[in-house]
C-alpha cells in the first residue's frame, strides 16, 4: 500500500467564495467587503476532512501583478480563509501570463509543489474549479476534475460537473466509496470558456 495519501485541491474564486462581477466578467474580490463565502463551502470541506483527504485551496491572483490589488488585502483574505476553513495549506499565484511563471493555472505548478511537500497521491486526488484553467491544471497533475457549473462555463469540460461545491463533494465520496475504481476513469479533453483570473 502506498503511503501517499489522497487530496482536494479547491480553487478560490467561484468555489471557495463568490466571484465579483466586473464588466459583466467574474473576477476576484479586491476588498475585504468583496469577499463573500460561496454556499456550503465550510460544510464541503469538514466532510472531506472526516473522509481523510488533504484539502488545499490554489488560486491565480493576477490582480497582483496588474496592480490592481493590495498585497495587504491579499494576505488578508487568505488568513480570513485559513482562520475559518479547517484547510491544510493555501498557495496563491501572483503572477499575470506574461511572467511565463509554472504556478499560474492552467499550468499546474501550485498542485505539483503541493504533492512534494504533503506526500500527495495525485492520482487519487481531485481538483474542483469553476473555470477551464482549474481543469486543465488538474488534468494536468493527474488529478480527476470537478467543474462547478455557473453561467460563465457552460462549454467547459470536466470529468466531473456539479452544481454545487457540496454536490462536488457528494461526487468525491461517492467515488471513494467505490473504492478505487475512480483512478481508472479517463480524463477528458478540455476546451471552453475564458476566465481570466
Known amino acids: ?18 466571484v465579483v ?45 496588474r496592480k490592481k490589488l493590495d498585497a495587504i488585502i491579499l494576505a488578508q483574505i487568505s488568513e480570513t480563509i485559513r482562520q475559518s476553513l479547517p484547510i491544510d495549506d493555501l498557495l496563491v499565484c501572483p503572477h499575470d501570463d506574461s511572467d511565463r511563471c509554472a504556478c499560474r493555472k492552467p499550468k499546474s505548478g501550485m498542485l505539483i509543489s503541493l504533492a512534494a ?9 481531485f481538483m474542483v474549479g469553476d473555470s477551464w484553467k482549474d481543469m486543465a491544471a488538474g488534468t494536468e497533475a493527474g ?19 456539479a452544481l454545487s461545491v ?22 477528458r479533453v478540455f476546451s471552453g470558456s475564458k476566465i481570466d483570473y
Not at 463533494?169 to 479517463?186: A, P
Request: glycine share 4%; charged share 25%; net charge negative.
Open 117 to 125: 511537500q504533503w506526500q500527495i497521491d495525485l492520482n487519487r486526488s
Open 21 to 65: 462581477f466586473r464588466n459583466g466578467k467574474p473576477a476576484s474580490p479586491r476588498s475585504l467587503d468583496e469577499f463573500i463565502w460561496g454556499e456550503g463551502i465550510t460544510e464541503a470541506v469538514k466532510r472531506l476532512k472526516a473522509a481523510c483527504f488533504y484539502v488545499f485551496v490554489v488560486t491565480n491572483q493576477p490582480d497582483i501583478a
Open 166 to 187: 457540496l454536490e462536488a463533494t457528494d461526487i468525491i465520496l461517492n467515488l471513494i466509496d467505490k473504492g478505487d475504481k475512480y483512478n481508472e476513469l479517463h480524463h
Open 1 to 18: 500500500m502506498s503511503n501517499l495519501k489522497p487530496a482536494v485541491f479547491l480553487d478560490r474564486d467561484g468555489v471557495v467564495n463568490k
Open 143 to 161: 488529478c480527476q476534475t470537478i467543474l462547478i457549473e455557473r453561467p460563465y462555463n457552460r462549454d467547459t469540460v470536466a470529468d466531473f460537473q
